[in-house]
């Protein structure tokens, strides 16, 4: 089996990286764990560490490691390509988590990449293109059993303040006027937290306030 390091020579990840991310067996062997590899390699961040990620995809899916877990890896950092290997390798794209999340949902958290005291943003396109195909793939963009309050993964994404995922819902005709278990719809949520806001997310709160208001959803007074 292979143990993945000559899979990653150069600047994307050394040794020195990934050295407590494998493990061994009882006979001594090292034992290639991909999650934690290709996690690492997000948190290199821009196109040449998503592009050495795939590395650690494609050595998953020879190794026959759970796949499920790595899709979901996946959708977090919305990487289109490595979602497209896992399912052509089988992976259905229309599993859930034990919390009853899909990978939009999981999309629509989109952590971005943490350079010690800021986050840097995920490319620019990579929500939009993973949101593409997760649509393709027809996810469901109307689930209600992971978020609280029965709320949908653009309910999340508005209050968050990700515009590309709601903006590639929006182009693609996804319902956006769902209201939660309160009776809010996503305007009436961002408007009720816009008094807490920051300048940026103040800002991209106003972009959504426009791209709902595009899609019909009313802006009435939070319940």
Same mark, same amino acid.
């Given at each position: 089996?292979?143990?993945?390091?000559?899979?990653?020579?150069?600047?994307?990840?050394?040794?020195? !990286?990934?050295?407590?991310? %494998?493990?061994?067996?009882?006979?001594?062997?090292?034992?290639?764990?991909?999650?934690?590899? $290709?996690?690492?390699?997000?948190?290199?961040?821009?196109? =040449?560490? =998503?592009?050495?990620?795939?590395?650690?995809?494609?050595?998953?899916?020879?190794? /026959?490691? !759970?796949?499920?877990?790595?899709?979901?890896? $996946?959708?977090?950092?919305?990487?289109?390509? &490595?979602?497209?290997?896992?399912?052509?390798?089988?992976?259905?794209?229309?599993?859930?988590?034990?919390?009853r999340a899909t990978l939009l949902d999981i999309l629509?958290?989109?952590?971005?990449?943490? =350079? %010690?005291?800021?986050?840097?943003?995920?490319?620019?396109?990579?929500?939009?293109?993973?949101?593409?195909?997760?649509?393709?793939?027809?996810?469901?963009?109307?689930?209600?059993?992971?978020?609280?309050? /029965?709320?949908?993964? %653009?309910?999340?994404?508005?209050?968050?303040?990700?515009?590309?995922?709601?903006? &590639?819902?929006? /182009?693609?005709?996804?319902?956006?006027?769902?209201?939660?278990?309160?009776?809010?719809?996503?305007?009436?949520?961002?408007?009720k937290q816009k008094q807490k806001a920051g300048a /940026?997310?103040?800002? !991209?709160?106003? =972009?959504?306030?426009?791209?709902?208001?595009? $899609?019909g959803v009313d802006s009435g007074t939070y319940i």
């Amino acid at each position: 089996m292979s143990t993945g390091l000559e899979e990653f020579d150069g600047d994307a990840l050394n040794k020195s !990286d990934v050295k407590d991310l %494998y493990t061994r067996d009882g006979k001594g062997n090292i034992k290639f764990d991909s999650y934690p590899i $290709a996690e690492k390699l997000y948190g290199k961040g821009g196109e =040449r560490g =998503r592009n050495a990620a795939l590395k650690a995809y494609e050595i998953a899916i020879e190794e /026959k490691e !759970d796949l499920n877990k790595l899709a979901f890896l $996946a959708a977090a950092y919305a990487h289109a390509e &490595a979602l497209s290997l896992l399912f052509d390798a089988g992976v259905s794209p229309k599993i859930t988590n034990s919390n009853r999340a899909t990978l939009l949902d999981i999309l629509a958290k989109q952590p971005g990449i943490r =350079r %010690y005291s800021y986050i840097e943003p995920l490319p620019s396109g990579a929500v939009a293109a993973a949101v593409n195909l997760l649509l393709d793939k027809n996810v469901d963009a109307l689930n209600t059993e992971h978020f609280s309050d /029965k709320r949908t993964c %653009y309910h999340y994404a508005a209050l968050k303040g990700k515009v590309e995922f709601v903006e &590639a819902l929006a /182009k693609r005709g996804v319902r956006l006027d769902l209201s939660d278990r309160t009776g809010n719809n996503a305007v009436q949520i961002i408007n009720k937290q816009k008094q807490k806001a920051g300048a /940026k997310l103040l800002e !991209d709160y106003f =972009r959504l306030a426009k791209i709902f208001a595009e $899609a019909g959803v009313d802006s009435g007074t939070y319940i």
